[in-house]
């Protein structure tokens, strides 16, 4: 089975706080090669926007909203060939739609679990509250024009999780091939960190699919019938 992976997306509802970067067209040209070269799709979180609305406290009408300004992206996820996995920003869709937060599949004798990864974020498990207010003040920081600051909050934030494409030293790595272990599953898929990484933990291989945010193009391949599992920036 060949499977194409992305996350990370952030379609908001078209404003200055919509970190998406890309024109819908352009997008849709980058889905077309997907669909045309892979037999499924997997869309592994934070693919709408839902906590940067003008006012907080609505995430089920902001996904209305993000779909709503990308409706046509919208139509093509709802096809067979796709499997959406909710993040943290997209949580809501967990709660209004039953869309899970996790999904495994077994293919040709490899075990393979795709999950967004923000459930190792200690912030978002014990202060959900907390780091949805620190996403919304981003949003409006994006709404005044201050890309410097939102950059270095960006930063911050990413110090915070001591994430890496080091094996050896990445927390967010061990929770994952930790994660594996106890699920008997072969390959560990995740989003969350917007860092795309491929990395081998003895038997076990994590994989990143990065972010197609802010103007990215960021995709894994997993061709499971010949054991290749690829990182790429360029399609």
């Known amino acids: 089975m060949e499977i194409a992976v992305i996350s990370d997306l952030h379609l908001g509802t078209g404003g200055k706080a919509d970190g998406f970067g890309h024109t819908d ?5 980058f889905l077309n090669f997907l669909e045309s070269n892979f037999e499924r799709v997997v869309l592994l979180g934070d693919i709408w926007e839902t906590l940067t609305g003008c006012l907080p406290g ?27 996995v909710h993040g943290n920003h997209d949580l809501v ?16 004798g490899q075990r393979f679990l795709f999950t967004h990864g923000h459930q190792n974020d200690s912030l978002i498990q014990r202060r959900r509250w907390l780091s949805e207010l620190g996403i919304w003040l981003g949003g409006w920081i994006r709404r005044l024009g201050a890309a410097a600051l939102y950059r270095l909050c960006a930063q911050i934030d990413e110090r915070r999780g001591g994430v890496s494409r080091d094996a050896s030293s990445c927390p967010f790595q061990r929770w994952a091939v930790d994660m594996a272990a106890s699920r008997e599953v072969d390959v560990v898929v995740t989003g969350h960190t917007h860092m795309p990484v491929r990395a081998e933990h003895g038997s076990r291989l ?5 972010t197609c945010a802010e103007g990215n193009f960021s995709f894994l391949s997993l061709n499971t019938r010949a054991g290749a599992y690829g990182v790429h920036s360029t399609w």
């Open 93 to 108: 869709a967990g709660a209004v739609e039953g869309t899970p937060d996790e999904y495994t599949l077994e293919a040709d």
């Open 25 to 29: 067209p352009e997008f849709e040209k």
């Open 206 to 210: 994590f994989l990143n699919s990065g």
């Open 58 to 84: 609505d995430p089920a009408a902001e996904l209305r909203r993000a779909r709503e300004s990308h409706s046509a992206i919208a139509r093509r996820f709802e096809r067979s060939k796709y499997v959406y």
